[in-house]
């Protein structure tokens, strides 16, 4: 990986923040950050079957984010200026990774978003050394999961 952020990282962020602006997707991220919950793929398609705006609003903020962790994981964005500005992809990665294993195994696909579930392990690692508690405030917040 780049030690040295230049402006082809700051143009490309940049892009990646114009699309997050975007009317649809700014909705998508919205209800996913506050109200998409399931526990596995049957209460997946139980609570967002397939043609509901919530399908959609899924599969469009998990392929953003698992696109743009690709981007970073290729090293076409510096990771750690990545990191220093943007964390909703962790937040994408923490509620969908129950689902993870068992999507994986039903598509028999062990690559399903591989490339966020990359990024967010070494963020893990990087948030730990820079703000050790950073993560649990974000799985009390969007995950609602109680202090460890």
């Given at each position: 990986m780049r030690n040295q952020v230049d402006h082809h990282d700051a143009e490309l962020?940049?892009?990646?923040?114009?699309?997050?602006?975007?009317?649809?997707?700014?909705?998508?991220?919205?209800w996913y950050a506050r109200e998409f919950k399931a526990e596995s793929i049957e209460d997946f398609?139980?609570?967002f079957p397939r043609g509901t705006q919530e399908n959609d609003f899924f599969r469009m903020?998990?392929?953003?984010?698992?696109?743009?962790?690709?981007?970073?994981?290729?090293?076409?964005i510096n990771e750690e200026f990545f990191f220093e500005n943007t964390a909703e992809f962790?937040?994408?990665w923490?509620?969908?990774?129950?689902?993870?294993?068992?999507?994986?195994?039903?598509?028999k696909n062990p690559n399903i978003?591989?490339?966020?579930?990359?990024?967010?392990e070494r963020y893990e690692q990087w948030s730990a050394q820079r703000a050790?508690?950073?993560?649990?405030?974000?799985?009390?917040?969007?995950?609602?999961?109680?202090?460890?």
């Open positions: 962020l940049l892009r990646l923040y114009e699309l997050r602006r975007e009317e649809k997707l700014r909705q998508a991220r919205d398609y139980r609570k903020v998990v392929s953003y984010w698992d696109m743009a962790a690709s981007i970073v994981n290729k090293g076409l962790y937040v994408a923490m509620k969908v990774k129950p689902l993870v294993a068992s999507w994986r195994e039903k598509r978003w591989k490339s966020l579930e990359q990024l967010a050790p508690e950073a993560l649990e405030v974000f799985r009390q917040l969007f995950l609602g999961e109680p202090s460890r």
